[in-house]
């Protein structure tokens, strides 16, 4: 099994563009979630979701915007990128929350 | 707002020997979850051992064990027989149970522990 992958793994944005981050999951978890991780502060959550068609905020929301159309697929979209938003971004999926997530292998993007 | 606490943003370890880090949290639930995560060099995020704060006995997966301290808030790692393959970021996490309707469980982290195992 492939778990949870994460496509791309590098990026660079120009200020202003956009793009969509990929998570894909072969382990038919209802749970998903997009986590931002910046030296010093640990990870934080941006959106989550509860199953193939719901999305909800988590503490980082602003400039981000989510969509689970399958279950299997949790995207991720920057409409327009800042520098701020240089960060490596996890995804994470799960069947129990309780017992622990399971996390991609991150995405490193650069906006400049 | 549940907060995680790691005060130690560096620590190092002679090969074989023990260490132990430190997580304290704050919350005013009674029912939750923690966790510690380990993340290489490789970036992945590998779940290391999870205590659920209803039970008092301290979780132990192999050479990695917890100090569960609910009253205090307190929940350290403590790896034993360092080997060079526990260098990593070293993350704790929190959990609460109770969720609202249409929600979930989300893991609340600390900002890490850098730990380096020493030939």
């Known amino acids: 099994n492939a778990g949870v992958t994460q496509t791309p793994k590098f990026r660079v944005l120009k200020t202003g563009q956009s793009m969509t981050l990929l998570c894909a999951q072969d382990?038919?978890?209802?749970?998903m979630y997009w986590y931002r991780q910046d030296p010093g502060m640990g990870l934080r959550l941006i959106h989550y979701?509860?199953?193939?068609?719901?999305?909800a905020k988590g503490e980082v929301p602003d400039g981000y915007n989510v969509s689970r159309l399958k279950k299997q697929n949790f995207l991720l979209g920057l409409e327009s990128a800042a520098p701020s938003q240089t960060s490596v971004y996890f995804c994470a999926s799960s069947y129990r929350p309780s017992g622990g997530y399971t996390f991609g292998s991150g995405t490193r993007l650069t906006v400049v | 707002a549940q907060t995680v606490t790691q005060s130690q943003p560096e620590m190092s370890v002679q090969e074989a020997e023990t260490v132990t880090l430190s997580c304290t949290y704050d919350?005013?639930?009674?029912?939750?979850?923690l966790f510690w995560y380990k993340q290489p060099p490789s970036r992945q995020m590998i779940l290391v051992i999870r205590q659920e704060a209803y039970k008092q006995q301290n979780a132990t997966e192999n050479r990695f064990s917890v100090n569960f301290q609910k009253a205090a808030k307190s929940f350290s790692l403590k790896i034993s027989d360092s080997q060079l393959g526990d260098t990593a970021m070293y993350f704790c996490a929190f959990m609460k149970l109770r969720v609202t309707q249409g929600g979930s469980e989300k893991l609340v982290f600390g900002k890490g522990t850098k730990l380096t195992v020493n030939p």
């Open positions: 382990m038919n978890h209802e749970y």
């Open positions: 979701s509860v199953g193939e068609g719901t999305t």
């Open positions: 919350t005013s639930e009674n029912n939750y979850y």
